[in-house]
């Protein structure tokens, strides 16, 4: 429930067929009986309606296994403690699918912008209200991407306890206020998911050795201010055995200034900073501690991947597009119908090279020259690869780095955690998203985007010292 910052182009694959699940396994152990139907293959000819006849009983003997798909989906658990609520006053909740053979926990904090002041808040509940309530919320959810049960989606977190929180806080998961009569609504982001830990305890987290608090978007920026603190809760409570870490998509972004201005009327439209400010103030923003101590009066700078993340004690592996379609909707550059002006083109280039230099000294991280926004639970993250490595790639090598860290061995070689494109253009990297026309829903080709943004092929060679049809050559591989 974005708000769409581009309506000529979208990032994004044809999904892909989905595998059916691995029938489950009968074990004697446990009392459990299978029938079984061997198919007599001989004579068919002469006796279609007996081989039919097979075929139906195999089939209903196997209708349990595909009836096991339910299971893979994600169940909703309104809290139980009602007095955490969404901005309507409803309860908050959760989605879980238990894996009760892992002791891995994977939390993932939903996105979708967020609203500031009574006015575009009455406006998002009456045009996103899944956003602000619990009301009309799905019974189950399935998980796609780093959420996915299947193997070959999500190769190394598959078999995790999934957690998934609907966003309906409109806070950047940082507010902690009840409804107030002045406000008209409550503000508890920052509450809703210290009380889904506290819940997840008694469903089996208190044995757990890994929680990785993962969220896109708005969500991700939830992750930077939320992750000590769900650190420091698991402590208070005495479980101190538990490995807290983030995973931020797509919600490290810029306090720059806007290509132009313009009057701050909602997220969309107000300059970063800007809303921030509003925000913090309408919603009672809470702020990780050591942050706020370091910025004083000014606790808006937290909302900033930047200014945030050295007050982080947990690890976090940050992921984000280097041209983050997000960023540039609230920075007031358009992609659609004309082509980019050389201001905007200049502006649109600057902002990956801003990105790449507040990125340089995080640690673990994933970062392509891809103009998209959010990508862990979009079914193609595995096929994005920044220097050859994939995301999933990446991020089992920082889980090994961070298990080698605690065992004083060496990191593996030949497995990088420190991924960014060198290369300078939005879709300079051949394994981003592919680009449709939204209106036509054709694939755009890279060097046909870069032409509708405006790049100018031969002064581009120029610049560089090469031929425009080597330059041209390049783009198209890729290289």
């Known amino acids: 429930a974005r708000v769409s910052p581009d309506e000529t182009f979208r990032g994004g694959r044809n999904p892909q067929p989905r595998r059916p699940p691995p029938p489950p396994t009968y074990r004697a152990d446990r009392g459990d009986t299978t029938e079984s139907f061997p198919l007599d293959f001989t004579a068919v000819e002469e006796n279609m309606d007996n081989f039919m006849t097979q075929v139906k009983n195999l089939a209903q003997s196997l209708y349990p296994c595909s009836a096991q798909r339910l299971d893979h989906d994600m169940k909703l658990n309104l809290l139980e403690n009602t007095s ?149 809760l698991l402590e208070g409570q005495g479980h101190t055995g538990i490995q807290v870490r983030g995973l931020s998509d797509s919600g490290w972004f810029l306090d720059n200034k806007q290509y132009h201005s313009t009057d701050c009327l909602d997220a969309v439209s107000c300059a970063p900073t800007e809303t921030i400010k509003r925000g913090i103030k309408y919603w009672g923003g809470v702020v990780p501690e050591r942050c706020r101590q370091t910025h004083e009066g000014q606790e808006w700078n937290c909302f900033f991947g930047y200014r945030v993340f050295p007050s982080i004690k947990s690890p976090v592996f940050v992921v984000q597009w280097l041209f983050d379609e997000a960023q540039l909707t609230v920075d007031n550059i ?127 060679a120029q610049q560089q010292g090469m031929d425009p049809s080597k330059l041209l050559g390049m783009l198209s591989s890729g290289s």
């Not at 926990?105 to 912008?113: K, R, S, T, V």
Request: charged share 20%; with cysteine; aromatic share 10%.
């Open 84 to 232: 955490v609520t969404c901005n309507d006053g409803s309860p908050a909740g959760y989605y879980l699918k238990e894996s009760r053979g892992s002791r891995r926990w994977l939390i993932f904090l939903e996105g979708g912008w967020y609203c500031f002041n009574k006015e575009n808040c009455d406006n998002r509940y009456d045009t996103m209200r899944t956003l602000m309530s619990s009301s009309n919320w799905p019974q189950t959810k399935t998980g796609t991407g780093i959420l996915s049960p299947l193997p070959e989606e999500n190769p190394h977190w598959w078999n995790a306890n999934m957690v998934y929180i609907p966003y309906c806080s409109s806070d950047v998961w940082s507010g902690a206020t009840a409804k107030t009569e002045q406000s008209g609504y409550a503000f508890m982001g920052s509450l809703i998911i210290q009380e889904v830990v506290k819940e997840l305890l008694n469903k089996g987290l208190d044995s757990a050795k890994v929680l990785l608090l993962a969220g896109s978007s708005a969500g991700g920026t939830g992750v930077l201010l939320n992750v000590d603190h769900v650190a420091e």
């Open 334 to 460: 358009q992609l659609t119908g004309q082509p980019v002006q050389e201001s905007q083109w200049r502006y649109i280039q600057n902002l990956g090279i801003e990105l790449r230099n507040t990125l340089k000294d995080v640690p673990a991280m994933f970062a392509p020259a891809c103009l998209s926004h959010e990508v862990i639970t979009r079914n193609y993250w595995t096929d994005i690869q920044v220097k050859g490595t994939s995301l999933p790639r990446a991020l089992y090598c920082w889980d090994r780095s961070l298990n080698d860290n605690r065992n004083n061995k060496a990191p593996p070689k030949g497995c990088p955690v420190h991924l960014i494109d060198s290369c300078p253009w939005p879709h300079c990297n051949p394994t981003c998203p592919t680009i449709r026309n939204q209106f036509t829903g054709q694939e755009i080709d890279g060097v046909q985007f870069l032409k509708h943004m405006g790049f100018d092929v031969q002064k581009m």
